[in-house]
């Protein structure tokens, strides 16, 4: 998993790369005077992140993302014991004295049925094959026909769900870490205009201030760093 390689907010990150591309419009000229590299396709590059960064939202709507997945593998769940205690009924009713069916339907193994979905999603995927087995006799006590053939429908229900889901969970983490890389690369472009500022303004205290970065605390990059983000112009 990729590591964020700075310390400010998400958030504050994106604003502040908001900002310094409002300023590198109004100043490009110096910039590129200094640094032919800093021109004008460099600006369209570093707002192409800074939009990208906005538009991919973040991990709060991954995190909501997958809560949609869980509430309906939840509903699916929710379905399935629903249908479990109308069967379980009739079942009782067809077999009142026969153990062995009865667990065969699930009944005394019931929570530890149905506080999986995985579990859930194989007995309900059984239980087409249990009833087919015991079809007369739960015919013969009236059990509903919806009953007897709407295991397979719940089954595939949960089964999906349950997929969608667990592809969420993947793809959160590919999500997350694929942000963490673009956000570690505004970082770093942000670093080198840092560095830039700091000679093409060395005479404009007040202008070469608008493209300090802001620490967590709200300060700005302090001076004994500045040796270092110089030092990694080369490798950007």
Partial sequence: MAERNFR????????????????????????????AKLNNTFIAQLEQKVVLGYKEGGDELNVAQLQEKT?????????????????KY??????????????????????????????????????TDTIAQHCTT?????????????PVTLANALREANKIQELKKGTRTVDTEGRVELLNDLYAILRKINAAADIVFEDEPSKRELYRIPNKNGSVVVEEQEEEIVSSLNNL
Avoid at 10 to 34: P, R
Avoid at 71 to 87: G, P, S, T
Wanted: charge should be negative.
């Fill in 8 to 35: 400010l907010k998400d958030s504050e990150l994106l604003e502040f790369g908001d900002t310094t591309v409002a300023h590198l419009k109004q100043d490009i000229n110096q910039f590129t005077t200094f640094d």
């Fill in 71 to 87: 509430e309906a593998v939840d509903i699916a769940m929710q379905d399935c014991r629903a249908y479990f205690k109308r069967l």
């Fill in 90 to 127: 009739w079942v009782l009713d067809a077999f009142p004295s026969q153990k062995a069916i009865q667990k065969q339907f699930g009944v005394g193994r019931y929570r530890n049925i149905t506080g999986n979905q995985t579990k859930m999603i194989q007995f309900m995927e059984g239980l």
């Fill in 138 to 150: 739960l015919e013969a006590v009236g059990t509903p026909k919806e009953i007897l053939n709407q």
